[in-house]
């Protein structure tokens, strides 16, 4: 362990020795040349960022081009200064406040290097007390978790090499107090006490010795055992706000006097008041009444307290009889020990037999089922064990297939999707929904057919749905249906929704208020208080006369980042957050409680997000950025008035910058619509610059976003802008059947209301560019306009008809649902309207093509077929058109391998620069490259 003095660093010295002497960049404000390629790798981007309890320091991650981060640490009060660590990162904060966690990784050369002489890779743990500024570094740290009250640390270290049964490694628990360590071997989990320095251990040593569960008292230094045993012991955890612990233990079958088995169970032990001077312990195994003759207690899904701790939910699976198969008991123990259910065994396959049977009756095709075959495999049916009274009840099976308890109410909730499954194969998934009785077991059909079931409110007094445009709820007690949105005047559908569905998606909900007293619902633009009981219900925001749309968010924290099942408190202060669509504001907003006059606090043009609030003081941390400014951590009090804290590349001033605005247009529908527009870095008025349009659905959202400057980012909006270009992503909407030709009737009118603004686009030098269903639009777009001096399109769909019949093989799944009711909008398949599919093929147009095309797609693409791109290149080729096609091998959709992102990167530009700017062809655009010239053919 090494101590050393904090390095903290006037930020503005620190920035003149790295980089520039320069604050934050402003527009208006940049230096005057581009910014050059070799620059890139410098380029930062804001990661993880921690408030300390008490609001006074903050700790962010600056991730960066080069792959080296830096954690820096700021003093709220004086954010000039900065503690820098070097590959820093994982900051935590101790609960009083006084120290923060950190790790501190290895640089990208020393892991290259480590790599060559085979040896690992290990992190170290800084420790940082913040009144003294003492710095502390422990090498070779896996992980660490502090105290409840925040006195110890426990420290994990890195498990030894070699081949080795267990999972347990040393662990280290550190006093910061006296800086006194007590080690602790072959520790595989621990957990902390809530609100008590009591660690409890789970041993798993070699050889299973001395394996067990143990409990430490920091405060005397006491240990005692809990429960041994020669076996594996795994999913240690403590029930909230008490001193009852559970954990499960691997059992052998005959150890139950039962007949020998193939597979593994567990047995799940309790322990109450497991911090007392007289525990109790039970147990739970395959002998207690309710667990269904061959069924086994897996330990794939662990074990779940519920909040008074008289119920726990656990996981059983269907066991395996020896003599179904032959069984090799270490590689039983390995399966076991990865925390994985053996597999079901079967009749061996001949060695050379690869057939598969694809049946046209299949619900899930084969190529489905083996995607999610791991899953299948470990597929568990839950039940509830009630602890006390020493029963279980299996609440899952084939008819109800998924099971959710609701805390605190006497039945769980079921649904079954079975009935209509030939629905599902090329539609939206149905189901039934069944209240299922947690005493007995027993199930009860209340609902058929619902799309949008939401499941029970959080006081378990009501089921929730959407259907027919409305919200209904069920009482549970009662058995009354009611349709609680019926008599208010808001719209609850997205009715500008343009996918081929029966039912437009809603807009959804925030969460249930205490007592199930009602429902939080958006329309558009707002926020609804909604009586379950269908009496009524009154908007809680006003943001549909300015065309703001309120969002209710929870700041908290200690919260989950959605509300889950926690109420929602009318008489707390109510937070939301706000964004105009059309000008592309973000911001937040506040109200005493709910239904009190709401205050708009932030609000900018500008992406304003991230908020949230110090645990034990009311100061608050949240993100600003934009296009033309690196997003950055403001901190302040409640109304959001605050001071910036962090400098995200402050070198930006020295280089030229591009700025962004809005441009509005109508298509041909008379849709009003907008784009996102990027003017060249170092822009001048009077010049005339080519323009790159990159296209997907709606990017009008993007343009408030800043993009770091990056050549593995090949499809990246800010290298564009520092090489000269324009770069425009206007938003393009549907009808229903004309997925292609709408790309058209959006695209050209947006394009001709950028050259109408007179800002110098050039109208001869204007590119087209996308990436799968981007690129589909760009290929069919070409083949029937000529607006575009040159396009590139990425991965995309040419033929309507033979991607119909295609497979998404990274899902397994098939493309023809994709076509009918999601992003294709086709509705219906081919056979129905042939003319549809031909009229939105590119590849049937091909002899229409006169833009130069570039396109560039994956041999192993699992969305959009490879043979897509074949196809239009055996038809470009045919028709004699200018086009070039880019074959990655081994890629999948994106390419993931550097040298392919370079490479990818590198052509776009050279395609664009010598189509759109005149610059000399490389032989490759002109002529081709002879295979044995090429990567491949050289090896």
Not at 46 to 60: E, F, I, M, N, Y
Not at 351 to 358: F, H, M, P, Q
Not at 493 to 520: C, I, M, N, S
Not at 899 to 928: C, M, S, V
Request: proline share 5%.
């Amino acid at each position: 362990m090494v101590r050393s003095p904090v390095r903290v660093v006037c930020a503005a010295l620190l920035f003149a020795l790295a980089f520039a002497p320069s604050l934050h960049a402003q527009q208006g404000d940049e230096g005057v040349h581009p910014v050059p390629e070799e620059d890139y790798g410098k380029w930062e981007s804001l990661g993880q960022v921690a408030l300390s309890p008490d609001g006074t320091w903050l700790a962010a991650t600056i991730s960066r081009v080069d792959m080296d981060p830096e954690l820096r640490i700021r003093p709220v009060a004086n954010p000039d200064s900065v503690v820098v660590v070097p590959n820093g990162g994982g900051a935590e904060y101790t609960d009083d406040g006084r120290y923060l966690l950190f790790r501190i990784g290895v640089g990208e050369e020393e892991r290259e290097a480590l790599g060559r002489r085979n040896e690992p890779v290990r992190n170290a743990m800084g420790i940082l007390d913040l009144a003294t500024g003492e710095r502390t570094e422990v090498p070779a740290v896996a992980s660490y978790g502090a105290s409840p009250d925040g006195r110890f640390v426990v420290m994990r270290q890195y498990a030894p090499g070699g081949d080795r049964e267990s999972r347990g490694v040393d662990l280290v628990v550190h006093e910061f107090a006296t800086g006194v360590r007590v080690p602790f071997g072959g520790v595989a989990e621990y957990a902390w006490q809530d609100d008590a320095n009591r660690l409890a251990l789970l041993i798993d040593a070699e050889g299973k010795t001395g394996n067990g569960v143990m409990l430490w008292d920091a405060e005397t230094g006491r240990i005692r055992a809990i429960h041994t045993d020669a076996a594996r012991f795994s999913r240690l955890e403590w029930r909230d706000d008490s001193g009852d612990l559970a954990f499960m233990e691997e059992i052998a079958g005959d150890a139950l006097g039962e007949e020998a088995w193939a597979d593994t169970t567990w047995a799940v032990h309790v322990v109450r008041g497991a911090d007392s001077e007289s525990p109790a312990r039970l147990t739970l195994d395959t002998k207690v009444d309710g667990v269904p003759d061959a069924y086994r207690i897996a330990q794939w899904g662990g074990i779940d307290w519920s909040e008074d701790g008289t119920r726990m939910g656990i996981e059983l699976k269907r066991r395996v009889a020896a003599d179904a198969c032959e069984s090799d008991a270490d590689e039983e123990e390995t399966e076991a020990e990865a925390g994985q259910d053996a597999a079901d065994c079967e009749d061996e396959p001949e060695d050379d037999l690869t057939v598969e049977i694809w049946h046209a009756d299949d619900i899930d095709i084969v190529p489905t089922q083996k995607v999610r075959a791991n899953g299948e495999r470990r597929a568990t049916e839950s039940a509830l064990w009630h602890i006390d009274t020493g029963r279980v009840v299996k609440l899952e099976d084939d008819l109800t297939e998924s099971v959710s308890v609701v805390e605190g109410a006497d039945f769980a909730v079921g649904t079954d999707e079975t009935p209509y499954d030939r629905e599902r194969m090329f539609g939206p998934a149905y189901r039934d929904v069944y209240v299922v009785d947690v005493e007995t077991g027993e199930k009860e059909r209340v609902l058929e057919r619902k799309e949008y079931f939401f499941g029970a409110s959080t006081g378990g007094s009501y089921l929730f749905w959407f259907e027919d445009d409305h919200y209904w709820t069920y009482d549970v007690a009662s058995g009354e249906t009611v349709n609680i949105t019926a008599g208010l005047d808001g719209v609850f559908v997205d009715v500008d929704d343009d996918h081929t569905v029966e039912q437009k998606p809603p807009f959804r909900y925030a969460g249930w208020l205490e007592d199930d007293a009602a429902v939080l619902i958006y329309d558009k633009h707002d926020v609804w208080r909604v009586a379950p009981d269908g009496s009524g219900g009154e908007r809680v925001t006003d943001g549909a006369a300015d065309n703001v749309r309120y969002r209710w968010t929870r700041i908290d924290p200690d919260r989950p980042f959605i509300s889950g099942p926690t109420p929602i408190d009318p008489d707390a202060e109510q937070w939301f957050t706000i964004y105009d669509d059309w000008r592309e504001m973000w911001g937040y907003a506040r109200a005493d409680a709910l239904g009190d006059e709401v205050e708009m606090l932030a609000f900018e043009e500008a992406r304003v997000s991230n908020l949230d609030r110090a645990a034990n003081a009311d100061v608050f941390m949240w993100r600003v950025g934009s296009f033309e400014d690196s997003p950055d951590v403001f901190v302040g009090e409640a109304d959001l008035r605050g001071t910036q804290i962090t400098r995200t590349n402050p070198f930006q001033r020295d280089y030229a910058w591009g700025r962004a605005e809005l441009v509005e247009y109508t298509n041909e529908w008379g849709d009003r619509l907008q784009g996102s527009l990027y003017y060249p870095a170092g822009y001048t008025e009077g010049e005339q610059y080519p323009m790159i349009t990159y296209i997907y659905e709606i990017r009008s959202n993007a343009v408030r976003s800043y993009q770091v400057p990056d050549e593995e980012s090949y499809y990246n909006m800010q290298d564009w802008v520092q090489d000269g270009y324009f770069v425009f992503q206007p938003d393009i909407v549907y009808q229903d059947r004309d997925p292609g030709v709408s790309a058209v009737v959006n695209i050209e009118p947006a394009v001709q209301a950028v050259l109408d603004l007179g800002i110098g686009v050039d109208p001869d030098a204007l590119g087209l560019i996308g990436h799968s269903w981007g690129g589909y639009q760009t290929t069919f777009f070409v083949t029937q306009s000529d607006l575009f001096a040159a396009a590139v399109a990425g991965a995309p769909l040419t033929n309507m008809f033979s991607m119909y019949l295609s497979i998404y093989w990274n899902t397994g799944g098939t493309d023809a649902r994709i076509f009918e009711i999601s992003q294709g909008r086709l509705e219906v398949p081919f056979w129905e309207d042939e003319e549809a599919y031909h009229r939105n093929s590119p590849v049937f147009h091909i002899e229409n093509m006169n833009t130069p095309l570039l396109m560039a797609q994956g041999t192993e693409d699992g969305a959009v077929d490879f043979n897509q791109g074949v196809e239009f290149f055996n038809a470009a080729r045919r028709a004699d058109k200018d086009f070039v096609f880019l074959v990655y091998n081994d890629e999948n959709h994106g390419f993931t391998k550097d040298a392919n992102q370079l490479d990818y990167h590198r052509r776009i530009n050279e395609w664009f620069g010598h189509y759109l700017k005149g610059d000399p062809p490389p032989d490759w655009i002109t002529r081709g490259v002879p295979y044995l010239e090429q990567p491949g053919g050289r090896r």
